[in-house]
């Protein structure tokens, strides 16, 4: 990511109106978690391309990640009267979105009209979901969570055979006499355990497999230092 970051500076610096590079810049500030840095470079993007649905959209989603929920929902909406089939602003206006019937009926007519294509039919179910749960229509909006997490499950490379024979290797490795050996090995030091980390990266299992040892206890995440 810092690569791809110095690449694309280096040739904003020759070619400041490169749509590539400040479509490149601006997913790596965003990976980065630099929302704010990115979006001139969205902004910028925009004034090429306004009528491009997914600078519209990627635009939206940062001005929607600082809170801009009025802009960001007018852009998702301009993204989805230009690319009908789009799934993408679909999910992310869902949960902002001042108009849910209207969506509702785009999501029908995604449903219909993206048939082979799972990548767009799981954003329009999550989307689905979204609205009719804080609808309270409760029976639907987990038919469109199953139905969206098949659709999901379509576009991953898994297979639950590799990940067997992964446990397998572990156990045979982290046997009893293994165990055993390691008796008292390990750090004595009272000291407090600081686990940190990008969101969805594991830290929540790191946290409760040491917090699983008798002599730790786990305090969740806890806001003292944000």
């Known amino acids: 990511n810092h690569e791809l970051i110095e690449k694309s500076c280096e040739y904003l610096k020759?070619?400041?109106?490169?749509?590539?590079?400040?479509?490149?810049?601006?997913?790596?500030?965003?990976?980065?978690?630099?929302?704010?840095?990115?979006?001139?470079?969205?902004?910028?993007?925009?004034?090429?391309?306004?009528?491009?649905?997914?600078?519209?959209?990627?635009?939206?989603?940062?001005?929607?990640?600082?809170?801009?929920?009025k802009r960001a929902d007018k852009l998702f909406d301009k993204a989805l009267i230009l690319?009908?089939?789009?799934?993408?602003?679909?999910?992310?206006?869902?949960?902002?979105?001042?108009?849910p019937s209207k969506d509702l009926q785009r999501i029908d007519f995604q449903l219909s009209n993206n048939s082979n294509k799972p990548n767009e039919k799981y954003h329009a179910h999550f989307a689905g979901y979204r609205i009719q749960e804080s609808r309270g229509n409760y029976g639907n909006a987990f038919r469109h969570l199953e139905?969206?997490?098949?659709?999901?499950?379509?576009?991953?490379?898994?297979?639950?055979?590799?990940?067997?024979?992964?446990?397998?290797?572990?156990?045979?490795?982290?046997?009893?006499?293994?165990?055993?050996?390691?008796?008292?090995?390990?750090?004595?030091?009272?000291?407090?355990?600081?686990i940190v980390g990008f969101p969805r990266s594991g830290t929540t299992l790191v946290e409760q497999i040491i917090s699983s040892h008798s002599e730790v206890k786990g305090l969740g995440e806890i806001p003292f230092f944000v």
């Open 147 to 194: 139905e969206g997490n098949l659709n999901k499950r379509e576009t991953l490379k898994y297979n639950i055979l590799e990940d067997q024979e992964i446990e397998r290797s572990l156990t045979n490795i982290l046997n009893s006499d293994f165990i055993k050996s390691h008796t008292g090995v390990g750090n004595n030091s009272a000291a407090p355990i600081f």
């Open 14 to 69: 020759k070619k400041p109106r490169d749509k590539l590079s400040l479509s490149y810049y601006a997913a790596a500030m965003r990976a980065e978690g630099n929302v704010e840095r990115a979006i001139p470079y969205l902004e910028k993007l925009y004034k090429l391309q306004p009528n491009d649905p997914i600078t519209i959209n990627a635009l939206g989603s940062a001005l929607k990640d600082l809170g801009h929920f």
């Open 83 to 99: 690319a009908p089939r789009y799934g993408k602003p679909l999910w992310n206006r869902s949960d902002i979105t001042q108009d």
